[in-house]
């Protein structure tokens, strides 16, 4: 994001699908600086409801506190899909999108996994809180996302594996 903007990166995920479940989100500044981070724990859940859970969560708390102008970023397609999805009707998708438009209807974004590592570790620590349940916010980073976010700021680029596509462009 520009100077100007915030940055909110979401996840979320299970253990099993559905099962035990973790979500969590970072907001950082244009120049990568910590804001804030959040995540939660739930005992029982799907990945797809800890996704839309995470980018609820995240933008209660960019609006709270005036994070605003504000890029979002997920690695999890679904949860794009369902929210421009018109025809989907589902009460936490109908929040985010109510939320969506009070932020100013800010950019929701796919990111590779790779890209989204800080949020990631951060929903991971949901699962091990023992107040399932129940929001955590942290004003400082967490030691455990440090050096993710440092790199980030460096722009540090994370290699991204595919598979041999060797098979597909041979003309044989």
Same mark, same amino acid.
């Given at each position: 994001?520009?100077?100007?903007? /915030?940055?909110?990166?979401?996840?979320?995920?299970? =253990? #099993?699908?559905?099962?035990?479940?973790?979500?969590?989100? @970072?907001?950082?500044?244009?120049?990568?600086?910590?804001?804030?981070? &959040?995540?939660?724990? @739930?005992?029982?859940?799907?990945?797809? /409801?800890?996704?839309?859970?995470?980018?609820?969560?995240?933008?209660?708390?960019? @609006?709270?506190?005036? /994070?605003?102008?504000?890029?979002?970023?997920?690695?999890?397609?679904?949860? @794009?899909?369902?929210?421009?999805?018109?025809?989907?009707?589902?009460?936490?998708?109908? $929040?985010?999108? =109510?939320?969506?438009?009070?932020?100013?209807?800010?950019?929701?974004?796919?990111? &590779?996994?790779?890209?989204?590592?800080?949020? $990631?570790?951060?929903?991971?620590? #949901?699962?091990?809180?023992?107040?399932?349940?129940?929001?955590?916010? /942290?004003?400082?980073?967490?030691?455990?996302?440090?050096?993710?976010?440092?790199?980030?700021?460096?722009?540090?680029? =994370?290699?991204?594996?595919?598979?041999?596509?060797?098979?597909? =462009?041979?003309?044989?």
């Amino acid at each position: 994001p520009t100077q100007k903007r /915030y940055k909110l990166n979401v996840d979320g995920s299970c =253990c #099993g699908n559905p099962g035990k479940g973790e979500m969590g989100g @970072i907001i950082r500044k244009g120049n990568g600086e910590w804001v804030l981070g &959040y995540n939660m724990g @739930i005992s029982h859940a799907t990945n797809i /409801y800890m996704e839309t859970l995470a980018l609820l969560h995240g933008l209660k708390l960019a @609006i709270e506190n005036n /994070y605003l102008p504000l890029t979002i970023e997920t690695d999890c397609k679904e949860l @794009i899909n369902l929210i421009h999805n018109k025809n989907c009707a589902l009460n936490l998708i109908d $929040d985010c999108r =109510c939320l969506l438009s009070r932020a100013g209807d800010p950019p929701l974004q796919h990111v &590779y996994r790779e890209a989204n590592r800080a949020a $990631d570790l951060i929903a991971k620590n #949901g699962s091990s809180l023992t107040t399932f349940g129940s929001l955590t916010t /942290y004003l400082i980073p967490p030691t455990f996302v440090i050096s993710i976010l440092e790199r980030d700021k460096l722009g540090t680029t =994370c290699p991204r594996t595919v598979p041999n596509c060797n098979a597909l =462009c041979n003309d044989s």
